[in-house]
């Protein structure tokens, strides 16, 4: 009997071939068939993709309830087994204490993997922007088809066309009305070449054209946040002003967002473990108090290698006081965490973490990108070579600080627009709306001065 349960486990309906029922076999064995079969499908692409795939709520919620039900066909299968010897009565205590067993494995198992499933379900519906008033940590939403006085935002023509998309870092704390979108990056990708550009855009940017015509006089950290406040100029909310607001300085059009609480950052970091950076030169930050578990004043860091926790990567991303260093160089190591991420996610080993990591995200990341295009980025994003990435901050050559006299002693810098446009051209060639065949070289990228 124990031989026919061991059999039953492996598939159901083989322990009942094996006592001779071979009818009842083929109940239990057959329905199994194609849920494997989908299984292989769902894992053809390799184990990354499958998890990209799960991300969409309703496949998740899928893959969950196949899993519950599967479970139960095997454990009604051992329950068969059992049943045509006649009973736990008339089994030996080790047959029923094997037949036990492998119940108690099946169920173990199957709450497991169901657990990934719910996990991945819970954190889609987070992440992914449904529209809902709650759908992004900034105000402001993507619009719909029928919002009034805006069209839609643009999606890539193809499958083939340049993808964009607005990173944005959102930093709040207790002494702020409203949270600012001190991090802003915009990472383009051409799926046909691979080429990648992170530009960012330091949150003191002001006095730029707006695309609906008109200065914007305060800082573009706050630009998110004004446009919530003016519906009735901007009735589609911040997110999606500020993506076409980032678009139109750029020259390109942004399809998508993604905005991260870097408060949350901590959180997803602390999930991972550490992430691994080389850092270009010494840290030297005396006044750093963002530590939130009791360290002392201070953020330092020499130049090298390092894995950072998840306290150091926040300091990391956001010290900006030391020797040499400003904003223009706090955006540089910004896109340099956001690789550090990617790599960190792809390691194996993290698999047993998942759920941990799962839930870290879906409290800190939104995101309107369409989940059906998340295993192509996966695909993608294994052609992008990060030593190639060109990665830009449009501090100086590409921005000026006026005098303090002339702006009421408020620090601001003001885009050198000649120069940003021309830095479009050549970032993404025919794609840029300020790309011409004769188009003169811009100053060589820098992360600061």
């Known amino acids: 009997m124990a031989l026919a349960a061991l059999l039953s486990f492996a598939w159901p309906g083989l322990g009942q071939w094996f006592q001779g029922r071979r009818r009842l076999a083929k109940v239990y064995a057959l329905p199994v068939i194609p849920v ?11 184990l990354e993709s499958a998890a990209l795939r799960l991300f969409d709520p309703t496949l998740a919620l899928a893959a969950l309830a196949v899993v519950v039900l599967v479970g139960a066909w095997r454990l009604a299968s051992l329950g068969h087994v059992v049943a045509a010897v006649g009973g736990p009565r008339r089994i030996r205590r080790l047959d029923l204490l094997v037949v036990v067993l492998l119940g108690v494995l099946v169920v173990e198992t199957h709450a497991i993997v169901g657990n990934f499933a719910w996990s991945f379900y819970r954190a889609g519906t987070a992440i992914f922007d449904s529209g809902g008033p709650d759908a992004t940590f900034a105000p402001g939403l993507t619009p719909g088809p029928t919002t009034p006085g805006f069209s839609p935002l643009p999606t890539p023509a193809t499958a083939a066309s340049r993808i964009n998309v607005l990173l944005i870092g959102i ?13 802003l990056i915009v990472a383009s990708v051409d799926p046909v070449s691979g080429a990648t550009a992170m530009v960012s855009f330091p949150r003191d940017i002001s006095q730029f054209p707006m695309f609906d015509g008109g200065t914007y006089d305060g800082k573009i950290n706050s630009f998110s946040n004004w446009a919530s406040d003016h519906p009735e100029r901007y009735p589609e909310g911040g997110v999606p002003t500020l993506m076409r607001e980032v678009g139109f300085l750029l020259g390109i059009p942004i399809h998508y967002y993604a ?50 926790d998840a306290q ?25 965490l956001l690789s550090a991420v990617r790599a960190r996610v792809a390691d194996p080993t993290l698999l047993p973490k998942l759920p941990a990591i799962l839930a870290a995200v879906a409290e800190t990341l939104r995101t309107n990108f369409p989940p059906d295009r998340l295993s192509e980025m996966l695909v993608l994003s294994r052609r992008i070579d990060d030593a190639a990435t060109r990665r830009v901050v449009l ?31 050549q970032l993404y060639g025919q794609d840029s709306a300020y790309w011409s065949p004769g188009a003169s070289p811009v100053p060589s990228p820098s992360p600061g001065p």
């Open 36 to 46: 494997v079969a989908l299984g292989l499908v769902l894992l053809s692409g390799g």
């Open 259 to 308: 905005s991260v609480n870097l408060e949350g950052f901590v959180k997803v970091v602390d999930a991972l473990g550490y992430v691994t950076v080389n850092n270009p030169r010494d840290i030297a930050d005396p006044v750093y108090g963002g530590w939130t578990d009791g360290r002392p004043i201070g953020f330092f860091l020499s130049a090298g290698i390092h894995k950072l």
């Open 395 to 425: 501090g100086p050559p590409y921005s000026v600080h006026p005098r303090t006299d002339t702006t009421g002693g408020i620090y601001i810098l003001r885009l050198r627009l000649d120069r940003v446009h021309r830095l479009s051209a």
């Open 312 to 336: 150091e990567a926040l300091a990391y991303a956001r010290s900006r006081k030391g020797a040499g260093d400003s904003d223009f160089t706090r955006a540089a190591r910004q896109q340099q």
């Open 171 to 183: 930093d709040s704390s207790s002494t702020r009305t409203h949270a600012l979108d001190d991090t």
